[in-house]
């Protein structure tokens, strides 16, 4: 196989740069894993009445028990930042393989505290995985087309996405309804991380070589970096948190926000996320593309606006007609948004942090949307409804549009020169 032929599959998703054949191979294991990650993280956010009704989840107990699944994003930042001493390939396929062997277990899962349980460690191993990711991608693709990668990794994304929502319009004729899904799952993800044994190191992380993985190791990491970049780690890591703030309670409870406010049935639900799904999918790769031509920060800036902008009105208009279309737009902007804030953690520090930063800022991102999840609790209690109390956490949105003026702009620049 000569990996240094032009790629021939990826040009369906048109990178803005020549990519050859090597990196088409790592995109597309990377981006199944990102499939099936997509497919996995939103089944409780579709099934989330019809678990409550098996389990006997309370109303105002939703959200801190998203809470609670938030908490693995500490052990999934020492898993992804052990990537920095003993390489990408092997904690992947490391993070693979839990994330299936527990998605398998919350199928079977026999009580609250057992679903909980077997999805705080999905989550663990599904939460380092993304951030590696993302990792991935920055280190093997051309600079001119970086932005565009990390697009390509969300379209997928939103593909795993559509491919719950699918699965999901039938979960009233699927054996054992919400289990099912799980079980579909945990198969899948068995199969992508079989097929991932192909997946090579990047070469920026083999330049440097494997360094021992022990405690001192890490700690000794996490003081480089407060040494050397504190300003653009601690700025990209503040703009992360406050977008997690503010929109991971509304991405949660937005399908159950349109079944039970929007009397949608699961069905109607599955009609709109997949030609929503596949509206965000070329939405996103196109955001990606401009943000390769006219730079991250006017993008991110842009997406971040939209979606905040989109929710609020989601969550705050009373006509039914307009909830498609601002879904649609809600979630593009996040994805979207979401994409070029991480991207910024990534690509303005050096290789031997990268996957440490990159799991920083996942995990600020992450525990923020699990503070405001709880706090979301509280407001509906306040409100008794979860529209007014949604809107209300999207207050923190300024904060990153602010941080994102502060750093520097990465697009079309070496990593080496950026850092």
């Not at 006997?56 to 500490?74: H, K």
């Not at 699927?174 to 079989?194: D, N, Q, T």
């Not at 703030?245 to 069905?267: I, M, N, R, W």
Request: with cysteine; hydrophobic share 55%; proline share 5%.
């Amino acid at each position: 196989m000569n990996d240094n032929k032009p790629a021939r599959v990826l040009w369906l998703l048109r990178p803005p740069a020549t990519i050859d054949r090597r990196t088409e191979r790592i995109i597309l294991l990377v981006g199944a894993a990102a499939l099936f990650a997509g497919y996995d993280v939103n089944v409780f956010g579709l099934a989330t009445p019809q678990i409550q009704h098996s389990l006997g989840i309370a109303e105002n107990q939703i959200g801190p028990t998203l809470a609670y699944f938030r908490v693995a994003a500490f052990l999934a930042l020492l898993l992804a930042a052990s990537a920095d001493l003993v390489g990408r390939r092997r904690l992947l396929l490391v993070t693979m393989f839990g994330q299936a062997v527990f998605t398998l277990a919350t199928a079977f899962a026999p009580s609250y505290a057992g679903f909980v349980g077997a999805q705080f460690l999905t989550r663990v191993f599904g939460y380092a995985e993304e951030m590696l990711c993302f990792v991935v991608i920055a280190e093997e693709i051309t600079p001119l087309a970086r932005g565009w990668g990390n697009s390509a990794l969300v379209a997928f994304y939103f593909l795993g996405a559509g491919f719950a929502s699918a699965v999901f319009g039938a979960i009233n004729i699927l054996p054992h309804g919400w289990r099912a899904m799980y079980f579909i799952g945990a198969l899948s993800l068995f199969l992508v991380a079989f097929l991932r044994r192909r997946l090579p190191e990047t070469r920026r992380f083999e330049s440097q070589g494997a360094k021992t993985l022990n405690l001192r190791a890490f700690l000794g990491l996490l003081r480089d970096i407060a040494r050397q970049h504190p300003g653009r780690v601690a700025t990209a890591i503040l703009a992360a948190g406050a977008f997690g703030f503010a929109v991971s309670p509304a991405t949660f409870l937005a399908q159950k926000y349109l079944q039970e406010v929007g009397h949608y049935s699961p069905g109607q639900v599955s009609l709109l996320l997949i030609p929503g799904g596949l509206a965000g999918l070329g939405l996103s790769i196109a955001a990606g593309r401009l943000s390769d031509r006219l730079g991250r920060k006017p993008m991110a800036i842009a997406m971040v606006a939209l979606c905040g902008a989109s929710f609020a009105l989601f969550f705050g208009t009373g006509a039914t007609w307009a909830l498609p279309v601002l879904w649609i737009l809600a979630f593009f902007g996040f994805f979207a948004g979401d994409t070029l804030v991480a991207g910024f953690a990534l690509e303005i520090v050096p290789t031997r942090y990268r996957a440490t930063v990159g799991g920083l800022r996942y995990l600020v991102e992450i525990m923020a949307g699990a503070v405001a999840l709880v706090l979301e609790g509280h407001l509906y209690d306040h409100f008794h409804a979860h529209g007014p109390a949604l809107q209300w956490l999207l207050v923190s949105l300024p904060i990153t549009l602010i941080a994102i003026l502060f750093l520097p702009e990465p697009a079309g620049k070496t990593l080496e020169d950026i850092a």
